[in-house]
């Protein structure tokens, strides 16, 4: 079970947005496995994509799209990632965005494909296209819990957020769903991810909000050190709050906007974690006192990334050695291990660089114990800090993935 995931929260609808989910058997029958996203006319769309030089052939055609036109659709398939089926994976891309085009009548540059799943075999054009018909009759501002289901793959549960705030007196509505639980390291985004938002925003400041709430959020996790060939994260904003359009990132109306963009992103990269393949541990990982922040996360990722250190926060082992271990194979240069201080939660286990003086084996292991860890690492070099979430290592994880195309 994820650690420490319920039932979905609210998803409260964003105006001038509908979502349609269709059944098409692209892996299994009677699964949602075809997701679609309407935004109206004159919606605005920031979006990053994985920086895996085998990006796949829907994360190459999206950004033609974004550089063509202003997007009116969102296509998403589960079950098939067309990712490394080079040219042939590009025209069937492609022919689904005209398929969806041809429906509701708008150019193919304005639709956006999206697609998770295995990797390397060929995208069921003809499955997909034969859903696209149910997943427009289905098209639903209220639809954002199936939505967040039929973009599913390992995930166990599905994840979402949402805010609504008042700003300067106008309402204002931030809904995100995403999907991720394997093959988790971002170098941008998660796996999946979507966000909308009804205020009116410049298209450079909403690209501008987007890059810093993913920085913090979706950029600072990691399962299994992995970064997906399909990775990408969309923010539309649809306009349709009376909220005077946002064009400063100076503004006061701004930073109340872009602190309910980062509390969605926040709660839902923290659910990806959550439910990492065969997870039972939610793991923060706190570096303090860096030269740099750069430094910070390269401390944050050798710990987080650690096999050794991952399995034995699953077995509950306090073996202290083993993060202590992490952090001088990091990297960072000069680093002076005297200065080097290690809290598991409010335990101090490391101090100057040596076993604490007041640390117990039995202090370490109450807490290894907990569902919710935090590392905390002082490296006495600098004012700097950095945090990574990150999950445990357990037999299910192994299972899982090795029976992935099973």
Not at 265 to 275: E, F, G, K, M, S
Not at 294 to 303: D, G, L, M, N, P
Request: hydrophobic letters at 45%.
């Amino acid at each position: 079970m994820a650690v420490g995931l319920n039932d979905l929260p609210v998803l409260h609808p964003v105006p001038g947005l509908r979502l349609g989910v269709a059944c098409a058997g692209i892996k299994k029958p009677g699964r949602r496995d075809v997701v679609l996203i309407e935004t109206p006319q004159d919606a605005q769309c920031a979006a990053v994509f994985t920086r895996n030089a085998f990006c796949a052939a829907p994360v190459t055609l999206a950004k033609r799209h974004l550089a063509a036109a202003v997007p009116r659709y969102l296509l998403i398939n589960t079950g098939n990632a067309n990712a490394g089926t080079g040219e042939q994976g590009l025209r069937d891309a492609a022919a689904c965005c005209e398929a969806v085009a041809a429906a509701a009548g708008v150019q193919a540059a304005q639709v956006l494909p999206f697609s998770t799943g295995v990797i390397g075999e060929p995208l069921p054009v003809s499955k997909i296209t034969a859903g696209v018909p149910a997943a427009f009759a289905a098209l639903s501002d209220a639809a954002w819990v199936d939505a967040a289901h039929g973009i599913m793959t390992t995930d166990t549960v599905a994840k979402g957020a949402s805010r609504q705030v008042e700003i300067d007196g106008h309402s204002v509505t931030v809904t995100g769903i995403a999907k991720g639980a394997g093959m988790i390291r971002p170098d941008m985004a998660t796996m999946l991810a979507y966000i909308a938002t009804d205020a009116a925003v410049a298209p450079a400041l909403l690209q501008t909000c987007l890059a810093a709430a993913v920085q913090s959020s979706f950029n600072a996790i990691t399962i299994d050190g992995d970064t997906s060939t399909n990775d990408a994260c969309v923010l539309i904003a649809t306009g349709c709050s009376s909220l005077p359009r946002l064009t400063s990132a100076q503004a006061p109306a701004y930073a109340a906007f872009a602190r309910a963009v980062q509390e969605v992103c926040d709660t839902l990269a923290q659910a990806i974690v959550r439910d990492g393949e065969g997870a039972t541990k939610f793991i923060t990982v706190e570096i303090e006192g860096g030269a740099d922040a750069e430094e910070c996360r390269q401390v944050a990722y050798a710990i987080a990334h650690s096999p050794l250190v991952k399995t034995a926060f699953f077995a509950s082992d306090p073996n202290w050695g083993r993060i202590l271990a992490a952090v001088g194979r990091a990297g960072v240069a000069g680093l002076d291990v005297s200065r080097i201080d290690i809290y598991l939660d409010e335990v101090c286990i490391v101090q100057g660089g040596g076993r604490a003086p007041a640390y117990q084996e039995a202090l370490g292991q109450a807490v290894m114990r907990r569902e919710e860890i935090t590392v905390r690492v002082q490296l006495g070099r600098g004012d700097q800090a950095a945090r990574v979430w990150t999950c445990d290592f357990s037999y299910d994880y192994v299972r899982i993935n090795a029976e992935y195309r099973t």
